[in-house]
T-cell receptor, first 114, second 111 residues
C-alpha cells in the first residue's frame, strides 16, 4: 500500500513570495490533514478535510494561507505572501475517515523563508 | 480542552538502558492517546495507541505505554534502548476528532 505522498520535499523562498505544497493521501482515505511543525515544536493542525469539505480550519491563518481538496483526493496548501515565521515543515496526513483514530503521515515539506 | 505536556525536551540514555519518556495530558472527554516517532527528515510514524480496554499498550519496536487515568499520564517505556531508537518522540491526544501534539522529546542513545 502506497503511503502519503508530498511534494516538494524542500523549498526555499524569499518573504512575500508565494508557495504551494501538494499532498496525495493513501487511496480510499476520506480525511486529510495539514499540519505545521515549527522547529522544536509538535505538529499543529492547520486544516482538516473530510472528502472535499472542510471540517476544521480554526488555526489556519486565512489572510495568507489557503487549502483545497477539489475532488476529495489530492490537496494543495498555499501560502501567499510568505513571512519569515512560516519557515517550518508542513506535514500532510490521512485517515480512513474522521472517526478513525489512526493517521498516516507523509514525509513533509520543509519550507525556509528568507 | 485537550492538551499534552511532554516533560523533558531531550533525554539521553545508554544503549541497553531503560527508556522512559513522560507524557501528561488534559482532556475534557475520554482520551484517545498516541505515541509517534519521527526520524530526521521523515514524517511521523505511529508507535502505539490507547483507545479503550487494557491500559498497558504494546507497540512496535519493543515500546509500550501505560494509561493512568488518575495521574493523567501516558508514559512511554522500553526496557532496553537500541541505537536505532534515537529519534524524536511525540505524544498526542485526540478529542472531538482533533489531534493535539506535545512539543516532543528527542531521545539520544549513547554507545
Amino acid at each position: 500500500e502506497a503511503g502519503v505522498a508530498q511534494s516538494p520535499r524542500y523549498k526555499i523562498i524569499e518573504k512575500r513570495q508565494s508557495v504551494a505544497f501538494w499532498c496525495n493521501p493513501i487511496s480510499g482515505h476520506a480525511t486529510l490533514y495539514w499540519y505545521q511543525q515549527i522547529l522544536g515544536q509538535g505538529p499543529k493542525l492547520l486544516i482538516q478535510f473530510q472528502n472535499n469539505g472542510v471540517v476544521d480550519d480554526s488555526q489556519l491563518p486565512k489572510d495568507r494561507f489557503s487549502a483545497e481538496r477539489l475532488k476529495g483526493v489530492d490537496s494543495t496548501l498555499k501560502i501567499q505572501p510568505a513571512k519569515l515565521e512560516d519557515s517550518a515543515v508542513y506535514l500532510c496526513a490521512s485517515s480512513l475517515d474522521v472517526s478513525q483514530e489512526t493517521q498516516y503521515f507523509g514525509p513533509g515539506t520543509r519550507l525556509l523563508v528568507l | 480542552a485537550q492538551s499534552v505536556t511532554q516533560l523533558g525536551s531531550h533525554v539521553s540514555v545508554s544503549e541497553g538502558a531503560l527508556v522512559l519518556l513522560r507524557c501528561n495530558y488534559s482532556s475534557s472527554v475520554p482520551p484517545y492517546l498516541f505515541w509517534y516517532v519521527q526520524y530526521p527528515n521523515q514524517g511521523l510514524q505511529l508507535l502505539l495507541k490507547y483507545t479503550t480496554g487494557a491500559t498497558l499498550v504494546k507497540g512496535i519496536n519493543g515500546f509500550e505505554a501505560e494509561f493512568k487515568k488518575s495521574e493523567t499520564s501516558f508514559h512511554l517505556t522500553k526496557p532496553s534502548a537500541h541505537m536505532s531508537d534515537a529519534a524524536e518522540y511525540f505524544c498526542a491526544v485526540r478529542g472531538f476528532n482533533k489531534f493535539y501534539f506535545g512539543s516532543g522529546t528527542k531521545l539520544n542513545v549513547k554507545p
